[in-house]
């Protein structure tokens, strides 16, 4: 019983979906009926006149089936109310006249002026649709800037992406490009709509599209994250898909209290967002200047005995993803590192492809152990002892996209040594021996990397705990 009754319950909703389907069939119908008419004036053409009839009956039936199932369609409140009020009334007009042309045809009256009307109608009934499935602008969208006829627009670089806002010039261009389309003022799937803070706010009919600083539950977060291949995932499969980027960014914004009037530099930041937020200040697509998470070629799995001895030493080795050979390793629980650690590591070369040996005693001479590492994608080596002679042994490492020098004595003189290392994409610089004026240099001869020379802070929430140590003893 309850299944019936769910099922009559649906059924408005049901039978409102085959508008898509519907109301394509008298667009078609009643222009040819038109033309049908149109042609049957000439004497060639007078045997047309028996199927003018037909086609005007037919139209007007599926004229009709349109206007009830778009009005079940419109009771979704899916879609803006104005658009809908102008869509409908027309619809109905035209399936008013339809019936009115079929009539005086069956009486063979002249029906030239009210087929006129009808076809009239008829353009301006699916422009009214156009507007409400394709925004207002479907018709003059391709003739923009560009001549693409795309809706997503070149993201413009932000001069200083610590001192923007972080809605209004982060995340805005992001829901514009790639939610407005559903959830945007002329349509609200779901009744959610995302172009207004106080709508974002109220959420639709899945529940709250953000909630403050918890992503778990923000059912804008979920809905991104499902797999392509989900009914729920948004945005929808044929629709332009958000980037990792994009993704990154929506989830910083939330998790850091979602708030609509700070700056980026106003909220906290993870290591992991920094150089997202960096790549913003670039022409360059943002997607260029992220690492690959994996390599694409795979690899055999690490001897197990030197994995051991690294733990026990207190190294952190893990795998970088579920199911996947390749390894990061930190050394932040060590207070020496010595040959031996790093001889170990050696023999895990093809396997170790982000290294954390950081706040350590790591020198020029240690450092061309490391430089043996031909795998290392990533390598984060900030406040050692490394210096410009050190940093030439890099080079080796070709396939280097992330380097952290953060803190250390290297100089711009030093990092011109690595102008070869094409792949480098992120460049971690303040706190260094290179001026202000250098930087600007540095960019030209990196010209895919971001390089990031600090001047921002991080913000502390009142949960958080601060702890004052020492600094460690090198």
Known sequence: MSTLLIFLFNLPDFAGSF???????????LLLAALFQLLSRKEKYQSLSSAVGISLFIGMVSAIASCISGYLLSGSGDYDEDMIFNHQWSGIALAVISIFAWYLNRKGRQITWITALMVFLIVLTGHFGGSITHGSDYLTRAFSADGSGQAEEKRKPIPNVQQALAYQDVIKPILTSKCYKCHGPNKQKGKLRLDIPDFILKGGKGGKAI?????????????ILLSKESDDHMPPLEQPQLTKTEMDLIHWWVSSGADFNKKVADLAQSEKIKPVLLSLQSEEKTESVLISDIPEKTVGQADAKV????LARGVAVIPVALNSNYLSVNFVALDSITNSDLQLLEKLSKQVIWLKIGDSNLDDNKLKLISKLSSLTRLSIERTKVSDSGIALLNSLSKLTYLNLVGTAVTSKGLNQLKSLKDLRQIFLYQTAISEAEFSQLSKLFPKAVIDTGGYKLQFLESDTVELKSAREK
Do not use: F, M, W, Y
């Open 211 to 223: 909630i403050a600083g918890n992503t778990d539950e923000s059912e804008l977060i979920k809905r």
């Open 307 to 310: 994995v051991q001895d690294l």
């Open 19 to 29: 508008h898509p389907l519907l109301v394509h069939l008298p667009i078609g119908i």
